[in-house]
């Protein structure tokens, strides 16, 4: 098997699913002869030409309108937004419009398209640059949420959200897109909703995904006997909730770790899940570990402060085990 990068994922999944299918194209700023802004899409202008690489103007809005119109006629289109925090410029088309269009025609419309967008923290970029807002669409009834944390998961998943009637949103962390992983080619795609248990185990349940669960993994390596089982949810929505409770149900603790803030993140959303469907079961208070609550400095030495970090995942783990902070 060879070994690609997540970038290469991501380029590769467009491809073989454009070779596929005529009806999908790529849509945004400088997704034509530069290739996309992150590289993901090189190659692609040349192959297709311009109909099907489509480069905008710096207009997010309407990059996300266009992609909506086009879906409705039955386009498939996958529309790159340079960074997540820019999805704020076009909330409209995105909750308003891509999220309702099908409900709202009687079903008689599909809205087959992919929003690919890249997030994070981590890279010096100050508040504009450096959000993790998935919570904001996974609040929003209509769309899917998409964040994986590997090559593997990249490829498959993203050619399973190219094939979906709903609107995806496609998260993408900007730091994981030089990591290296085993990736088979030919046909295949991972379905949407479906977590993956990265290893079992007996004393803690702890779920993760996209970029944190790294931070994660990190933070197991500080423990030399403990028997964690790990979850990468890979979809936020759908959520493979019974993959968790069922692992709840036999460890009696559960942690969750995500670089969005804690507040109102996709952690607390588990929690109240696990309250409501295994409360029996627990032998600790879920806990959530993310970033601070503050928007992102620009100052390096402050942004490290306010990120998810794997000392503070430590701690927590600790606490849950022995009660002891």
């Not at 419009?97 to 409900?103: G, I, V």
């Not at 959200?161 to 993408?172: A, C, G, W």
Request: charge should be negative.
């Amino acid at each position: 098997m060879r070994r690609i990068s997540y970038l290469k994922a991501i380029n590769e999944a467009i491809q073989e699913e454009m070779e596929r299918d005529n009806n999908v194209f790529v849509i945004g700023e400088d997704v034509g002869e530069y290739g996309g802004v992150w590289g993901a899409l090189r190659g692609i202008y040349e192959k297709y030409g311009a109909m099907r690489a489509q480069d905008t103007p710096i207009s997010e809005s309407g990059i996300i309108g266009l992609a909506t119109g086009a879906a409705m006629a039955g386009l498939r289109p996958v529309a790159e937004i340079m960074y997540m925090d820019f999805l704020t410029t076009c909330m409209d088309p995105v909750v308003n419009q891509a999220a309702k269009a099908d409900l709202m025609s009687g079903w008689q419309l599909k809205i087959p398209m992919v929003i690919r967008t890249q997030y994070g923290i981590g890279t010096r970029e100050a508040s504009q640059h450096s959000q993790s807002l998935e919570a904001w669409f996974m609040h929003t009834p209509g769309l899917k949420v998409v964040v994986p944390s590997n090559p593997y998961d990249a490829k498959g998943l993203l050619k399973a959200s190219i094939r979906d009637d709903t609107p995806v949103i496609f998260m993408e962390n900007r730091l994981l897109y030089n990591d290296i992983q085993d990736v088979p080619e030919g046909t295949w795609e991972i379905p949407l909703g479906k977590a993956k248990i990265v290893h079992e185990g007996e004393q803690i349940t702890i779920v993760s995904y996209g970029h944190a669960l790294k931070k994660v993994i990190n933070a197991l390596n500080e423990f030399n006997e403990i028997s964690a089982e790990l979850i990468d949810l890979r979809t936020l929505v759908p959520m493979d909730i019974d993959t968790i409770i069922e692992s709840v149900k036999k460890t009696g603790r559960i942690l969750i770790a995500h670089d969005a803030v804690e507040k109102c993140g996709a952690g607390a959303e588990i929690v109240r899940l696990v309250i409501e469907k295994a409360f029996d079961y627990l032998d600790a208070e879920p806990l959530v570990c993310g970033g601070l609550g503050v928007p992102t400095p620009f100052s390096g030495k402050l942004e490290d402060i306010c990120m998810l970090r794997t000392e503070a995942i430590v701690g927590k783990i600790q606490y849950l085990l022995t009660g002891i902070i």
